[in-house]
């Protein structure tokens, strides 16, 4: 059973579109990243959200984190084709960088 | 300034054999995470090294599997009797610090298959 669980597990989308990607758990976390991980590489880390109610904005990326720290989202307005990936929450339970990760979800923007 | 630096990237074994991968961390740090991921999947945990030192095993199986981080020299994930169920791609992270939200730096990760 996974402790965070992402929906949806596949999105296809045509550029321009707007999409949202959730992150959800019954468990409290310190901090909750996003990463986006392409085919053959490493994650790379997105953003970092501490704060309940906290959100951040990274150009067309728009992450929050819900009031209880058990939950995100990740929204990304005008989707481009560069935005294609694999996109990963990952939650800290203050255990030093022990990251508990989601299980992905797959972004597919097609021109 | 190199990131984090895994080899080899594929390494394929027959069952039974011994898996060792490596990881060079980033210049200055000194903090080291395995996570293993399996196809379509998120990443595990595994485990935590610094210099010499054993943080925390507790992602690790307890059999067969075993890692270190030698005071000079890379990180070793060693994997001893490999079976088909270990394949998967293994990532090494590293931070400047093992606290909490100090940002992780992922490798490329080592693609293993046993066959």
Not at chain 1, 41 to 64: N, Y
Not at chain 1, 85 to 91: E, H, I, K, R
Not at chain 2, 87 to 106: E, K, Q, V, W
């Amino acid at each position: 059973t996974q402790l965070l669980e992402q929906s949806p597990q596949f999105l296809s989308i045509q550029e321009g579109e707007n999409l949202t990607v959730y992150c959800n758990s019954s468990s409290v976390f310190s901090s909750l990243q996003w990463y986006r991980q392409e085919p053959g590489e490493g994650p790379v880390l997105l953003v970092t959200v501490v704060t309940g109610g906290e959100v951040k904005k990274l150009k067309r990326l728009t992450f929050q984190f819900g009031d209880a720290r058990k939950d995100s989202s990740l929204h990304i307005t005008a989707a481009q084709p560069g935005d294609t990936g694999l996109y990963l929450c990952a939650g800290d339970k203050a255990a030093g960088n022990k990251l508990t990760f989601g299980g992905g979800t797959r972004v597919l923007v097609k021109p | 300034n190199a990131g984090v630096m895994q080899n080899p990237r594929h390494l394929v074994r027959r069952r039974g054999q011994e898996a060792r991968l490596r990881c060079s961390p980033m210049k200055g740090h000194s903090h080291v995470y395995w996570y293993r991921q399996l196809p379509e999947e998120g990443l595990k945990f595994m485990v935590y090294l610094q210099k010499e030192n054993i943080i925390d095993e507790s992602g690790m199986p307890k059999e067969r599997f075993s890692a270190e981080f030698p005071k000079e020299g890379p990180s070793i994930l060693r994997i001893q009797q490999v079976v088909r169920g270990d394949s998967a791609a293994y990532f090494c992270a590293s931070s400047p610090l093992g606290t909490d939200n100090s940002p992780l730096h992922f490798g490329n990760g080592t693609r293993l298959t046993v066959t």
